[in-house]
């Protein structure tokens, strides 16, 4: 597919209790492979999972196409530590918008929060975060039938696009 056109989209931050009923919205028109790729597992009550994260106030990062919002990323932690998860919706996948989005989140998690590490787990199977982790000097490390990401100021490679 082809590249999402950089022009006409915006990295924002959204908030857990303002935006909350979006970003639950924007859950709920995800197929059940995406949200499997996001949750590494299948679900029945997206909603109720989702409003449970939302409730311990994620640092929460969206991609919006003009109004619509297309991609969301969250982290979580404290003292310098922080866990990722992001997801695109279906019909934007495969054209840089998560690549965009990990970039925008290893930059104000590093440069802005004082991280330190920053963890993602995915499953064995999603080649484009495997692909994107190595992009940005992610050290990937198999756990069961998942993958550990690690980012580090010594290995992280923030870069243009």
Do not use: W
């Amino acid at each position: 597919m082809p590249s999402a056109d950089v022009e006409e989209l915006s990295m924002v931050q959204l908030d857990p209790v303002r935006d909350g009923e979006e970003v639950i919205e924007f859950y709920r028109s995800l197929s059940r492979q995406s949200i499997k790729s996001r949750f590494m597992c299948m679900m029945s009550d997206v909603e109720g999972c989702v409003r449970s994260l939302l409730a311990s106030r994620p640092i929460i990062y969206g991609v919006r196409r003009g109004g619509e919002l297309i991609a969301v990323g969250e982290a979580y932690g404290k003292g310098g530590v922080y866990e990722i998860a992001l997801v695109v919706k279906d019909k934007h996948q495969g054209r840089g918008i998560g690549k965009m989005l990990v970039g925008f989140m290893l930059s104000d998690l590093f440069n802005n929060r004082g991280a330190t590490r920053v963890y993602a787990y995915m499953s064995i199977d999603n080649i484009r975060m495997v692909r994107i982790s190595r992009y940005y000097g992610g050290r990937i490390m198999t756990d069961g039938d998942t993958y550990k990401v690690v980012f580090d100021p010594v290995n992280l490679r923030l870069r243009r696009n």
